[in-house]
């Protein structure tokens, strides 16, 4: 397929995607440009860019950069991490005033001074949550991620889009990310092999990449699900395409993310937009994408014996997960939608612009 390639001198914003493995960041790139490339002027740069993005090649920001696009005061870098800083620090020394830098975070940890000193070199922060941006040190607008509603959306008929999936039992249960122990992976292979001796309806799914070195994580997993005879129940389905990974979300009936940490964490959003209900551990973002007891569940992250108490009830009473997903999905259409972190990240532009 043909690049979609744009003249640099025409684009307003770049969102550089320099990494060639496929990320969360990747994930979020992916989902804005459609939405502002409907208001915006907007191109990405990196290697390995999905054909159908709009694109700029470097050596044409190069010859333009130091030029405004028509009807504005500069160009604007947005970088999502480190090395994109790095990048939009280095092209303004080319570019001088014509280029202005945004970093957006969504970490929850101290930063090294290597990231510190990239920070204070930005022209403007977005936080993704309050909790994010505590650790920036400069002011930020807290700018919450979205997710896109039209393409996690629920199905007609759950049960019978679980029968198609040729799995047994009526209902799936669900834990989405790589598989490691930050995801929580080995706690919902625990819990798991606790509950579904006691709930027969249900069958659990693994959906995620492994890495090599998380071989040996996931292998110890398997081998714990086969000696507690559940193989058949308990399905390790590895990386998948995004539109299976949206197809799985709206197919479960419960999405469970016990993370141990995490920076934001978009899959209580992705699964409520799927009309999924979550139960998910307090990091995160996690206190602010779910309403606890009305879209999903909340515990400490530590706190198993919980976790486990939430997932029973909701095993227990199908209807009542049915009905959380639901509310789920309406509370991302009110909060959450993709339409509304563009509108955010357009504010920060025009404060730019304006300056």
Same mark, same amino acid.
């Given at each position: 397929?043909?690049?979609?390639?744009?003249?640099?001198?025409?684009?307003?914003?770049?969102?550089?995607?320099?990494?060639?493995?496929?990320?969360?960041?990747?994930?979020?790139?992916?989902?804005? *440009?459609?939405?502002?490339?409907?208001?915006?002027?907007?191109?990405?740069?990196?290697?390995?860019?999905?054909?159908?993005?709009?694109?700029?090649?470097?050596?044409?920001?190069?010859?333009?950069?130091?030029?405004?696009?028509?009807?504005?005061?500069?160009?604007?870098?947005?970088?999502?991490?480190?090395?994109?800083?790095?990048?939009?620090?280095? %092209?303004?020394?080319?570019?001088?005033? !014509? %280029?202005?830098?945004?970093?957006?975070?969504?970490?929850?940890?101290?930063?090294?001074?290597?990231?510190?000193?990239?920070?204070?070199?930005?022209?403007?922060?977005?936080?993704?949550?309050?909790?994010?941006?505590?650790?920036?040190?400069?002011?930020?607008?807290?700018?919450?991620?979205?997710?896109?509603?039209?393409?996690?959306?629920?199905?007609?008929?759950?049960?019978?889009?679980?029968?198609?999936?040729?799995?047994?039992?009526?209902?799936?249960?669900?834990?989405?990310?790589?598989?490691?122990?930050?995801?929580?992976?080995?706690?919902?292979?625990?819990?798991?092999?606790?509950?579904?001796?006691?709930?027969?309806?249900?069958?659990?799914?693994?959906?995620?990449?492994?890495?090599?070195?998380?071989?040996?994580?996931?292998?110890? %997993?398997?081998?714990?699900?086969?000696?507690?005879?559940?193989?058949?129940?308990?399905?390790?389905?590895?990386?998948?395409?995004?539109?299976?990974?949206?197809?799985?979300?709206?197919?479960?009936?419960?999405?469970?993310?016990?993370?141990?940490?995490?920076?934001?964490?978009?899959?209580?959003?992705?699964?409520?937009?799927?009309?999924?209900?979550?139960?998910?551990?307090?990091?995160?973002?996690?206190?602010? *994408?779910?309403?606890?007891?009305?879209?999903?569940?909340?515990?400490?992250?530590?706190?198993?014996?919980? %976790?486990?108490?939430?997932?029973?009830?909701?095993?227990?009473?199908?209807?009542? !997960?049915?009905?959380?997903?639901?509310? !789920?999905?309406?509370?991302?259409?009110?909060?959450?939608?993709? !339409?509304?972190?563009?509108?955010?990240?357009?504010?920060?532009?025009?404060?730019?612009?304006?300056?």
């Amino acid at each position: 397929m043909q690049r979609n390639l744009r003249k640099a001198a025409d684009i307003e914003v770049i969102a550089p995607n320099l990494k060639f493995r496929y990320s969360g960041i990747t994930s979020t790139i992916a989902a804005l *440009l459609p939405v502002q490339e409907q208001e915006l002027r907007i191109a990405s740069l990196g290697p390995r860019l999905p054909a159908q993005w709009p694109q700029i090649t470097l050596w044409d920001l190069l010859r333009h950069g130091r030029t405004p696009p028509p009807g504005r005061s500069c160009r604007i870098w947005h970088a999502r991490r480190n090395f994109e800083m790095l990048a939009g620090v280095v %092209l303004r020394l080319w570019c001088g005033r !014509a %280029l202005r830098l945004v970093f957006t975070s969504d970490a929850q940890r101290d930063h090294t001074r290597w990231t510190k000193f990239l920070i204070s070199r930005m022209d403007a922060l977005l936080a993704a949550s309050p909790e994010c941006g505590s650790y920036l040190r400069h002011p930020f607008r807290v700018n919450m991620h979205g997710v896109d509603t039209a393409l996690y959306h629920p199905v007609a008929d759950r049960e019978a889009a679980w029968r198609e999936t040729g799995l047994p039992g009526k209902h799936g249960i669900g834990i989405f990310g790589r598989v490691r122990s930050q995801k929580g992976t080995d706690r919902f292979v625990e819990l798991m092999v606790r509950l579904l001796p006691r709930f027969p309806d249900f069958t659990a799914v693994i959906v995620g990449a492994v890495t090599p070195e998380e071989a040996a994580f996931e292998a110890d %997993l398997k081998s714990k699900v086969a000696k507690a005879g559940l193989a058949e129940r308990v399905n390790f389905l590895g990386l998948l395409p995004s539109e299976e990974v949206r197809a799985w979300l709206r197919r479960i009936l419960i999405n469970v993310s016990p993370q141990r940490w995490e920076g934001f964490g978009l899959l209580p959003i992705e699964a409520g937009a799927s009309g999924t209900a979550s139960v998910a551990t307090r990091v995160g973002a996690a206190m602010h *994408l779910i309403e606890d007891g009305r879209t999903g569940f909340l515990v400490d992250k530590d706190d198993l014996t919980l %976790l486990e108490r939430r997932l029973e009830s909701l095993m227990g009473d199908p209807g009542h !997960a049915a009905a959380m997903g639901r509310a !789920a999905r309406e509370h991302v259409l009110a909060k959450h939608s993709i !339409a509304q972190e563009a509108a955010g990240i357009r504010q920060t532009y025009e404060d730019l612009w304006r300056r």
